[in-house]
């Protein structure tokens, strides 16, 4: 009996430390492991392709305020801003960057961390902008998706070609500021030798000059306009479409969002596809994943879109072998 005593003293004292110890756990908030969002735009310019990467984590099992938290910072379309919203990141404790939208994101990303995981999604090829070294195991603290809108640009000048085939010159609209810009006029001056036209080079990395990427065709009897792929230029695709309508100017950019405000046509990558396969990809990194074992994504999906309406209002003729392979047609 004196025995029983002796034991059951020391054994309710601890009983009664890990009781009080897990009511002290239960009162403290849980604290969310920290996804840090670098985005080069608004939330309300990539509120859909937010929505997308919100669908590739909730693949992977985790919901934002549930399981994860986001710390977001937007450069509001001031690419310049992006190095230092990317330090400011990488000091707020986040688990895993993602650098979505672009390459100037990913080059803002890198510079800023060795060590923290970074999940990218952007055009082009990773390897030749020097970010991976190798697609399939690209090492470090690097991985993420990669769509073909950079590579298609040559695509759009054929379909404008298409458009008009008597054509001797297009225009071509560039953002000199983009890391993606020479590697695509390469591949355009090519086309343009095999197609037979001259290339109207019109530069553009800021709003104000927007105008002019319509009015000089115009004056220079220039019939049509071909956006390169660039993310400053997919973002601002209803203004674009603006300008195209109050200018009676056709043109193509990579980005559906381009048609479906009134602009004539579209041929780039899915962005929805691709964001959300960079939340799926952040998902397993915290889920314990390396991303130097995660291979590169490449989303191959390419979409093409025409605005039948606005072809309409153009008073131009779509061919038929360019609505029957499009995946979209606005009517």
């Given at each position: ?127 030749v902008?020097?970010l ?6 690209p ?6 998706v ?27 609209a ?9 590697s ?63 200018y ?59 605005n ?24």
């Amino acid at each position: 009996m004196r025995r029983r005593e002796i034991l059951k003293g020391p054994a309710a004292a601890l009983l009664g430390c890990v009781m009080a110890g897990a009511q002290r756990a239960s009162a403290q908030p849980r604290t969310l492991p920290v996804i840090g969002y670098l985005g080069s735009e608004t939330p309300e310019r990539v509120a859909s392709r937010l929505a997308a990467f919100r669908t590739g984590l909730a693949d992977t099992g985790l919901v934002e305020g549930r399981d994860v938290a986001i710390a977001y910072r937007w450069a509001d379309g001031r690419y310049e801003q992006l190095p230092a919203l990317a330090k400011e990141l990488v000091g707020h404790g986040i688990a895993v960057l993602v650098a979505p939208g672009g390459a100037p994101v990913v080059l803002a990303a890198r510079a800023a961390t060795e060590t923290i995981p970074i999940v990218f999604e952007m055009g082009g090829d990773p390897v030749v902008l020097g970010l991976v070294d190798d697609l399939a195991r690209p090492r470090g603290n690097l991985t993420g998706v990669s769509s073909l809108s950079v590579e298609v640009s040559n695509k759009r000048l054929e379909f404008m070609k298409e458009l008009f085939p008597t054509a001797d010159i297009l225009a071509v609209a560039i953002n000199p500021t983009s890391p993606t810009v020479g590697s695509q006029l390469v591949g355009l001056r090519t086309a343009a030798d095999s197609l037979g036209v001259r290339l109207h080079l019109l530069e553009a990395s800021r709003e104000d000059v927007f105008e002019a990427l319509f009015t000089e065709p115009r004056r220079l009897g220039i019939p049509g306009l071909v956006f390169t792929s660039d993310p400053f230029f997919a973002y601002r695709s209803e203004y674009l479409a603006m300008l195209a309508i109050r200018y009676g100017l056709p043109a193509i950019t990579q980005s559906r969002d381009f048609p479906i405000a009134g602009g004539l046509m579209s041929y780039g990558g899915d962005f929805a596809q691709s964001h959300r396969q960079a939340g799926v990809y952040v998902g397993r990194v915290l889920k314990g994943e390396p991303p130097g074992d995660l291979p590169v994504q490449l989303v191959t999906r390419v979409e093409l879109f025409a605005n039948m309406k606005a072809a309409s209002r153009l008073g131009m003729t779509v061919p038929p072998s360019i609505l029957s392979s499009a995946d979209g047609v606005i009517e």
